[in-house]
C-alpha cells in the first residue's frame, strides 16, 4: 500500500483552514488595525486612497470568508461525515465517529462542530455586510465617528467568530484529522 504525504481531503483541509481561514483572520486583524490606528487629519480630510484600498480590504475579507464557508461545508464537512460501514474497528477514516467513539473527546462534535456548522456563516455575512458599507460610504465611513465605530465593531465580530471557528477546527483536527 502506497503512503501519501498528504490526501485529497487533507490538502482541502489546510486550504479551507489555514490557507482561507487564516488568511481571513489575518485580512481581518489588518482592517482592525487600520481602524484603530488611523484617524482623519484635522477638519475631517481623509484619503480617498485609503478608503478605496479598505474598502477593497474588506471585500476580500468577505470573499475568503464565502470561500472558507463553501469549501467546509461542501467539501471538508462530508468528509468529516462519512458513516464507517457496519462492523468497522479502524474509524481513523471516519472522523466525526472517532470522536463520538470515545466519552472524553464527544463534545467535540456536539459542541465544537455544532458551532463550526453555524458560527462561520454568521461571521460571512457580518463580513459582507461591512464589505458593502464600506464600497457605499468610502470616505465618509473614515470620517463618520458612528459609522466607523458601527464597522469597527462588525469587523471585531467577525474576528472573534472566525477565531473562535479557527480553535474548534484545530482541536477537531487534532484529535481526528481528515486524511
Request: without cysteine.
Amino acid at each position: 500500500m502506497e503512503m501519501l504525504l498528504f490526501s485529497e481531503r487533507s490538502v482541502w483541509t489546510m486550504i479551507h483552514g489555514i490557507g482561507l481561514g487564516g488568511g481571513a483572520l489575518m485580512a481581518l486583524a489588518a482592517a482592525l488595525f487600520f481602524l484603530l490606528a488611523t484617524q482623519p487629519a484635522p477638519g475631517g480630510a481623509v484619503a480617498e486612497s485609503q478608503a478605496r484600498r479598505f474598502a477593497w480590504l474588506t471585500a476580500v475579507i468577505a470573499g475568503l470568508l464565502w470561500l472558507t464557508v463553501l469549501i467546509g461545508t461542501y467539501v471538508s464537512f462530508p468528509a468529516y461525515r462519512a458513516s464507517p460501514p457496519e462492523g468497522a474497528i479502524d474509524l481513523s477514516a471516519y472522523p466525526r465517529s472517532l470522536i463520538q467513539s470515545d466519552p472524553r473527546t464527544a463534545w467535540l462534535h456536539s459542541f465544537a462542530m455544532e458551532i463550526k456548522e453555524h458560527v462561520p456563516w454568521i461571521a460571512a455575512m457580518v463580513a459582507t455586510a461591512v464589505a458593502f458599507t464600506t464600497a457605499r460610504y468610502r470616505s465618509t465611513l473614515l470620517k463618520d465617528r458612528e459609522l466607523r465605530g458601527m464597522v469597527t465593531k462588525m469587523l471585531a465580530l467577525a474576528f472573534v467568530l472566525v477565531a473562535a471557528a479557527a480553535l474548534l477546527g484545530t482541536f477537531i483536527n487534532k484529535v481526528a484529522p481528515l486524511e
